[in-house]
């Protein structure tokens, strides 16, 4: 007679999406973060990206800045699971009573602004090598040198990458409604191309996190910026979309919708799909 089977645990995640990208092409603000009395590292937030994280200071002892970083994270994943934009994360605990991990926020303390997530850590750790986040991203398909991914094309670069942090690219995150489109694969809903009714950004939103999503993701996002590069709009990038499929990536819908704002569509993309 065979086992019965066991069903599987449920997720315990209070927070399954993950949280805020960490990293950014852009400018970032941030504000430091201090256990008493000494700045373990700093908080930040991209202005133009839906990215936020904890960039620790290399001083001893390192156990205070690792204890604030996990903290810190923590605290950015309810942040989103909660719809607060980077930004908004980046200010929620100011001024707010000391954590023995995460520290403190002085009330007094203003965000500043520096052009990149490396001068950020130039700041923080001087002489530091860069992280692998900040390696300049590549369009889907090939490595940041602009070689291909598939061999069969060869091991040399075959795309321009001289200057691959400035290239065109939508705003990532945005206080107005926006359009969206519905991405489906195989009869699975994978999650929402979308852009803002009133300034230049878009996006695709997941509803999951496993291989293929992230697959998805990473091919819609590649459409986008190579609209993005042709200096296309993006709302209407977004109606060019509609209804077109991409390669292994599913199609988008051909109904349009619109959400108050992105944090709305956030939690459609959250909400289970229906049977």
């Known amino acids: 007679m065979g086992r019965a089977a066991t069903a599987a645990a449920p997720n315990t995640d209070p927070y399954p999406h993950g949280g805020y990208d960490a990293s950014t ?105 860069p992280d692998i986040s900040e390696l300049p991203p590549a369009p889907f398909g090939y490595l940041p040198d602009g070689t291909p991914l598939d061999r069969s094309q060869g091991w040399e670069p075959k795309i321009a990458t001289s200057s691959p942090l400035v290239r065109p690219r939508y705003l990532a995150v945005t206080e107005a409604p926006v359009r969206y489109l519905t991405v489906v694969k195989d009869g699975r809903t994978m999650g929402y191309l979308w852009a803002s009714t009133s300034d230049n950004a878009a996006s695709y939103e997941r509803r999951g996190f496993d291989v293929e999503d992230n697959d998805v ?52 993309a959250r909400a289970p799909e229906a049977s």
């Open 25 to 129: 092409e852009g400018p970032v603000r941030y504000l430091p973060v201090l256990v008493d009395g000494d700045v373990v590292g700093y908080l930040w937030a991209s202005v133009a990206d839906d990215a936020a994280s904890f960039l620790r200071v290399m001083a001893h002892p390192l156990g205070r800045s690792l204890d604030a970083a996990v903290a810190w994270s923590e605290r950015l994943r309810q942040a989103e699971a909660e719809g607060l934009t980077p930004l908004g994360a980046l200010s929620r605990w100011v001024g707010a009573p000391p954590d023995p991990l995460a520290g403190a926020i002085p009330a007094e303390a203003v965000p500043r602004e520096v052009a990149s997530k490396r001068e950020l850590r130039e700041l923080a750790n001087p002489g530091s090598p």
């Open 217 to 268: 993701w990473g091919r819609w996002l590649a459409r986008l910026d190579e609209s993005a590069a042709a200096g296309v709009p993006s709302l209407d990038a977004l109606r060019a979309l509609a209804g077109q499929p991409v390669e292994e990536a599913g199609a988008a819908g051909e109904e349009e919708r619109e959400a108050p704002s992105l944090a709305a569509l956030k939690e459609i």
